[in-house]
């Protein structure tokens, strides 16, 4: 039942986006919904179905940390 559930919301949501951005022709903005709802569809059903996942968090933080260091010490330096 939560399968078909996240499904139909899924499916809704993409219903009243996408179709906004048809209607205005923003293929660009399209393209980057497209691939941000993807990740978040793939990510939920991996939550659903308690598949082991990476912590979002941490690959941020990762990616993020050499900035965060370089400022820093830019700033103490």
Not at 28 to 33: I, R, S, T
Request: net charge positive; proline share 4%; aromatic share 16%.
């Amino acid at each position: 039942m939560k399968i078909i559930s996240l499904t139909l919301f899924f499916m809704i949501l993409i219903y009243f986006q996408a179709k906004e951005l048809l209607k205005k022709k923003k293929w660009k903005e399209l393209f980057v919904y497209t691939l941000l709802i993807s990740i978040g569809v793939l990510y939920s059903y991996g939550v659903l179905l308690d598949l082991s996942l990476p912590n979002p968090i941490l690959i941020l933080s990762n990616l993020f940390k050499p900035l965060y260091e370089y400022i820093f010490n830019q700033l103490l330096a």
